[in-house]
């Protein structure tokens, strides 16, 4: 899964954002990933000067700038609300990701049924026992934790939406996959699947935690909720 999220309008004070939408929280709910690149920049300017906000000095530099990266230390100083202390932070974090860039993030990307597949255990794939899997996921599809959920047969009586979910909010997770095993060889869902599948996605909906896929697993083969229009 992918977050789009959309620049603040320009003249907004962070004291007038609802708790959620302020780049700070939304950073710690959601992942750096979900923020605009004005919201970015706002969490490392700080705070603006009298009669703008810092949400605002963020647009105008963003507008002034456009290879912010680029702009270097003498330019960005003369910013009114910038100044020399915040214009030596940026300046610092852009030299901070330029050093860093062309190191490989090592966790997987699990933002296809293919993927996820290839995430479950061999074991578990050959397994004569259902396991119920859940992964968790910042917002590009990367692999922030996994649990086993449950062993056993896979009843929506038997799978509490609780379980799936207390690591997601625990772990600011943006999304969650879930995916078991049939041991039948068969991936076609069953009726209790379905119901598994359609209460995990209610549960999700409420938390603002979507259920991104339930993939169903036999060996080599998969059945993917999400790719039969099952989960919208």
Do not use: W
């Amino acid at each position: 899964m992918s977050a789009y999220a959309a620049p603040a309008a320009a003249g907004v004070f962070l004291r007038d954002l609802h708790p959620v939408e302020r780049p700070r929280e939304k950073l710690a709910r959601s992942g750096p990933e979900a923020l605009s690149d004005q919201e970015l920049l706002a969490l490392a300017l700080r705070t603006g000067y009298s009669g703008r906000g810092v949400m605002d000095l963020a647009a105008g530099v963003l507008k002034d700038f456009p290879e912010l990266a680029a702009a270097g230390f003498a330019a960005l100083r003369r910013v009114k609300g910038v100044g020399a202390a915040k214009a030596a932070v940026l300046v610092a974090a852009f030299e901070l990701a330029r050093r860093f860039s062309g190191r490989q993030d090592p966790r997987p990307r699990l933002d296809t049924p293919a993927r996820v597949l290839e995430a479950v255990p061999a074991q578990v794939r050959e397994s004569r026992k259902e396991h119920l899997l859940a992964y968790y996921l910042n917002a590009r599809s990367q692999l922030l934790h996994q649990e086993t959920v449950s062993i056993g047969t896979l009843s929506a009586s038997l799978v509490h939406p609780r379980e799936v979910f207390s690591p997601a909010v625990a772990r600011c997770a943006a999304a969650v996959i879930v995916a078991h095993n049939h041991p039948s060889g068969d991936c076609s869902p069953s009726a209790d699947d379905r119901q598994t599948t359609r209460r995990l996605a209610r549960a999700g909906e409420i938390l603002g935690i979507p259920l991104l896929d339930h993939v169903i697993v036999a060996g080599a083969a998969f059945y993917s909720f999400r790719e039969h229009g099952e989960l919208g």
